[in-house]
């Protein structure tokens, strides 16, 4: 697996034409210099984990155990994720993600507890299938020849003139990981998930006002809803492409709202929307809003109308430049 995103404002989208890019001339660097350039590349997965490895962003430097994780996630299965960063080798990180994976099992409290204040009940959560990631720009063959037997596994990135970053699975493990990604896809778009799921062991209340609220949303022109593992998500489709609008996530005491808008440009005075950009990532989106009565979806309808725009319009730019 190869994969090419564009890096525009710290935020990536996927390149599907690659053309041939030049890696330019690798040199040393101090150990101040690495711990600054790992912590920018952290960043910049964190900010767009979902669009990069399909995980949810859950916490960042979380110390579980003994352990003290570089990020930690959720992917669309439920799965727990473990990621580490390294500027240059992954191997010095092997036996680092060996005792955080321990040290995580031995205190699964901690993660139910991140998961419970970003509204994941303990139910979506898949513990026997905890995933540990690498990533870094090299490995050595000791280390690819041995990750599959650990479960580890490894990713290598380049990031080319500060606009382009390339991802690369390496060994079995990881590469049999994305095959089950695509897998997986191709699944929920078979309808593999329902609304029925997920308004299970819902309050009726709760069914009419999630009904009430896709119907606003539906009826917005060329909006279509796409039913994940965790959410429904409700996106603008053109013929040049598509984006996220919005995402709902019903709970037994409401409707977690995600709206899909860069950082500072939803227009809220009166601060009713939840700037969730520097706590976590809920599908794709810097905005969160929990909605418990009809009253409040009149009152927040406005704000995901701003991103149907919003997003209606960077569909269309991408369109004209091309």
């Not at 092997?94 to 099992?105: D, E, G």
């Not at 990881?174 to 191709?186: A, D, G, H, P, W």
């Not at 009152?299 to 995901?304: L, Q, S």
């Amino acid at each position: 697996m190869v994969e090419l995103f564009q890096i525009n404002d710290s935020k990536t989208s996927k390149v599907k034409k690659v053309e041939r890019l030049s890696t330019g001339e690798q040199s040393n660097f101090s150990k101040e210099k690495v711990r600054r350039e790992e912590g920018k590349l952290q960043k910049l997965f964190e900010a767009n984990l979902e669009e990069i490895l399909g995980i949810e962003y859950i916490a960042s430097e979380r110390a579980i155990g003994r352990g003290r994780i570089d990020t930690i996630g959720i992917d669309n299965d439920g799965a727990p994720c473990i990621i580490e960063f390294k500027f240059e080798s992954g191997d010095e990180a092997f036996s680092q993600v060996l005792a955080y994976r321990k040290s995580f099992q031995d205190n699964k409290y901690n993660f139910k507890d991140l998961c419970h204040k970003k509204g994941i009940g303990e139910d979506k959560i898949d513990w026997n299938s905890l995933r540990v990631l690498i990533i870094a720009k090299k490995y050595s063959h000791r280390i690819t020849s041995i990750a599959s037997d650990y479960k580890v596994e490894l990713l290598t990135y380049h990031i080319y003139n500060e606009k382009f970053l390339c991802l690369n699975s390496v060994g079995e493990l990881t590469q049999s990981k994305t095959r089950k990604k695509k897998q997986n896809i191709s699944s929920q778009k078979q309808n593999s998930y329902s609304i029925k799921d997920h308004l299970a062991g819902k309050d009726k209340q709760i069914g009419k006002l999630f009904r009430k609220s896709q119907s606003k949303i539906l009826g917005l022109e060329n909006v279509a809803k796409e039913v994940k593992k965790r959410y429904i998500a409700y996106k603008y489709i053109a013929d040049n492409g598509s984006t996220n609008v919005v995402a709902i996530e019903i709970q037994r005491g409401g409707l977690k709202v995600g709206l899909n808008v860069q950082k500072g440009k939803l227009n809220d005075p009166q601060g009713l929307v939840q700037d969730f950009s520097n706590i976590g990532n809920f599908a794709n989106a810097n905005y969160m809003v929990t909605i418990t009565n009809e009253s409040q979806l009149e009152e927040v309808f406005p704000f995901i109308l701003q991103s149907y725009n919003i997003n209606k319009a960077k569909v269309k730019a991408k369109k004209s430049k091309k």
